[in-house]
């Protein structure tokens, strides 16, 4: 495909990608989400380093990629997953997904804003996310948010790909400078996070970044 016709399908495609809707091209969004995102998903459910009794939320779960690899790891009787999506497609198609654990009470799916999340203070022990953060309307909202749920000391693993962010920003997808990762990691610091970090890792012969952060509190 040409470097034009990427640029017309990313285009086309861009509402989706943030938000996508029970239709033709949020069908196709979620299957190009569950292709090219598996990898991301994948360590960085690795790179959280879960325990077995852990509380662990996913942000921007999506289709469920990232849900089934860190649910196999809570193994604990107390170990329990929650994931949030802002798509009301996405959150119901990771709720049938992950319907058997969803009733059993492993694991807690809520549609909802980022920024305004149903989960008590200082209840987190890991958060991870990946292709998320740019499509806040409000980094720090968001950030800040984050950190009231999280446990003190708890860690949260982001994953992107820099490439592929810098391939897209030409088109208008996002707003703004608000996909640069020094800006999400600007907004972590503002908002209570530590040791924040981005590190570059490879996978499958696939690059990608990785930026680590602690709640302080």
Sequence with gaps: MSERLQRM???KLGPQLGRPTQSVAGWITAKVLTKRNRVLEENAVKLCDISPQDT???LGHGPGIGLEAAARLLSGPKGRLLGIDYSEYMHQVASDKMQELIASGKVTLYHCDVASMPISESNVDKVFHCNCYYFWP???KGTSEIHRVMKPGGLMVTTLSLNSLEHM???NIFTGESWRPDMYMEALRATGFSDVRMENR???LFTFQVVFATALK
Aim: hydrophobic letters at 40%.
């Design 169 to 171: 920003a030409p088109t």
């Design 202 to 204: 490879t996978d499958k």
């Design 56 to 58: 662990v939320l996913e």
């Design 138 to 140: 409000d980094l720090k």
């Design 9 to 11: 399908f990313l285009q």
